[in-house]
């Protein structure tokens, strides 16, 4: 066994579970890394301003690439700036490998500065949270953590790195990475219970999950959807592209408020939830999402999910790659030929429905298309037709963002990223981690003015690694998803039309300085034309661009 630095070897370790990249924002406490770094060609670290843009950057490339990617952050303050992005990250199931740097464990009783018990701090947000106390002890440790972060249900760990461990020297078996294989088969006899509900089901509907995307099983569920004439939903609030956005029967997300959930359960007598979260809800409703007489089939990767909130009628554990196959092979060979002929049928009433539906939101955004200020689906819209088959777009549009799926060619899992966790500030850095993993396609990242600036240093970042990301900024001066929800309560705030804290129009955020300041080229934008050609050339171009667009900052409901 080679003596080696701690130091040394945690890079090595890294190397071995496939690391390329270490996100971080470094301190005293990280430096022995630092140094180890400094004769490392293989491992690029990529520096952020912030941790909770760091935080982003990385859950961008590890939704993106699906690997192992870690971070290093600094002491208590490092990590706790990184939390609420961390928390996002929890929620996609990011399999992201969090570390931090501790002072001396010797040190760490005189309660040195910056010092806090580090592994409490983020155990809340992650699948396991541990320290190093033993430098023998760190193959094993950062193995397991590896392993642990990419075994499904995905999601991210943290460890704690005390500084005489990373500067200490030992005899160190490396050891060597474990991977959990992920394609868990679903129980047979699970499967064809399932597949007996949606033979008898007349009127049936699917949701579709992130594990969709993240397993790769866009085509395992078109089978199945297809087979069965059944629309399929994206769950409420996904992050990847959980169907592919032109498919005939893709209706687009379900919504977020209750009442509207119920709506559209009630078009329909059975509910297949493949990974579909049921439910994340952001607003407490006196109405039940799910009606009394619908059946509800769930699948999905964590057992935490199934029937979490609502009993299902049967709960699969699996994963959708390999599960759904054995499900519509049971399905199809229980379909009587009236089944069949039933669910073609359904097949051609709902992809009708859906073109018919698709046809009226993109005739209403072009009806918009000349209005002045510029109307957000009228900019949704155009994006839309403007960018090229194979870009990625990162969506933190929040109140502008209503159709988004349909509007954007979305149609690989790869191709549409968006705020699942709900802490914004997410998307700028996170359309950065997304370009670094997916270099060749082209990145547009769309982003709320008020999100834009949780982590705007995060546009240093691109400029200095020459990462090129189109970012348009969609810009009300106002967080208007908040002024939206106030004014329907209809109390004093609507009454006196006044929202406290909501708005960002004195002074106006010069996006373009801002951009500009950080070595970001940046230019405004008053009609949806202008947003294009800025688009088009700057997708052209290849370097980073900050589009600032004005748009209508109205909230009432007309
Ligand atoms: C970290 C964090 N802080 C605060 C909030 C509360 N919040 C939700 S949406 C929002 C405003 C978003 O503004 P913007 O990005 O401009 O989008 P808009 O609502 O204007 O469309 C705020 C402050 C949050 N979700 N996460
Ligand atoms: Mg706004």
Not at 288 to 313: F, M, S
Not at 438 to 457: F, K, N, W
Not at 530 to 546: F, I, M, N, R
């Amino acid at each position: 066994m080679p003596v080696m630095s701690g130091k040394r070897a945690f890079l090595e370790l890294l190397k071995q579970e496939g690391v390329h990249i270490l996100f971080g924002n470094p301190g005293t406490t990280e430096l022995p890394l630092m140094d180890a770094l400094a004769v490392d060609n293989e491992l690029r670290y990529v520096l952020g301003l912030q941790e909770a843009a760091v935080m982003a950057m990385a859950d961008g490339y590890a939704q993106a690439s699906g690997r192992l990617t870690v971070v290093n952050l600094h002491v208590a303050p490092g990590l706790g700036n990184a939390m609420g992005m961390l928390y996002d990250a929890q929620k996609a199931g990011s399999p992201i490998l969090v570390t931090a740097g501790q002072h001396d464990q010797q040190f760490n009783v005189t309660e040195p500065i910056l010092w806090a018990d580090l592994p409490p701090i983020a155990r809340p947000f992650v699948k396991w949270s541990s320290e190093v106390r033993r430098l023998q002890d760190l193959p094993r440790i950062v193995h397991r953590a590896a392993k642990t972060a990419l075994a499904p249900p995905t999601g991210p760990v943290f460890l704690s790195l005390p500084g005489d461990i990373l500067q200490g020297e030992a005899d160190l078996d490396l050891m060597k990475p474990t991977r959990v294989a992920p394609h868990l088969r679903g129980d047979p006899a699970a499967i064809e219970a399932a597949a007996a509900l949606l033979a008898a089901a007349k009127h049936p509907m699917m949701l579709a999950g992130d594990i969709v995307a993240q397993s790769r099983a866009h085509a395992e569920l078109i089978e199945l959807a297809e087979l069965l004439g059944a629309p399929v939903y994206s769950e409420l609030v996904p992050s990847m592209a959980t169907f592919p956005a032109s498919h005939s029967l893709y209706r687009g997300t379900i919504g977020r408020v209750t009442p509207a959930i119920r709506e559209v359960f009630e078009q329909y007598d059975l509910v297949f939830s493949v990974g579909g979260d049921l439910f994340t809800l952001s607003l407490p409703s006196p109405v039940h999402p799910i009606p009394d007489d619908l059946q509800v089939i769930h699948l999905d990767v964590d057992p935490w999910e199934l029937g979490k909130n609502y009993p299902p009628a049967v709960a699969i554990l699996g994963d959708p790659k390999t599960t759904l196959p054995d499900l519509t092979a049971a399905l199809r060979s229980r379909m009587t030929a009236g089944a069949r002929a039933a669910a073609r049928e359904r097949l051609k009433g709902a992809s009708d429905a859906i073109l018919a539906e698709r046809e009226a939101l993109h005739a209403k955004a072009r009806a918009a298309a000349t209005n002045r200020p510029v109307e957000p689906l009228a900019l949704l819209h155009a994006i839309g037709a403007t960018l090229p088959k194979d870009a990625v777009v990162v969506d933190e549009t929040i109140s502008s963002g209503p159709g988004i799926r349909q509007l954007m060619r979305s149609d690989d899992p790869q191709s549409f990223f968006g705020l699942r966790g709900g802490g914004i500030g997410w998307g700028l850095p996170a359309a950065i981690g997304v370009k670094l993993a997916l270099p060749d396609r082209p990145v547009v990242a769309l982003i709320g003015d008020g999100s834009a600036m949780y982590t705007c240093q995060a546009l240093w970042t691109a400029a200095h690694n020459r990462i090129g990301v189109v970012f348009v900024i969609f810009n009300n001066r106002s967080y208007r998803i908040l002024k939206q929800r106030l004014h329907a309560q209809r109390g004093h705030a609507a009454q006196a039309d006044i929202y406290v804290g909501m708005e960002l129009v004195d002074p106006p955020i010069d996006f373009v300085g801002l951009a500009r300041s950080l070595g970001i080229t940046g230019e405004r934008a008053k009609t949806v034309h202008e947003a294009t050609d800025l688009l088009a050339a700057g997708l052209k171009d290849g370097t980073s661009l900050v589009i600032d667009v004005e748009l209508d900052r109205a909230f009432k409901p007309m």
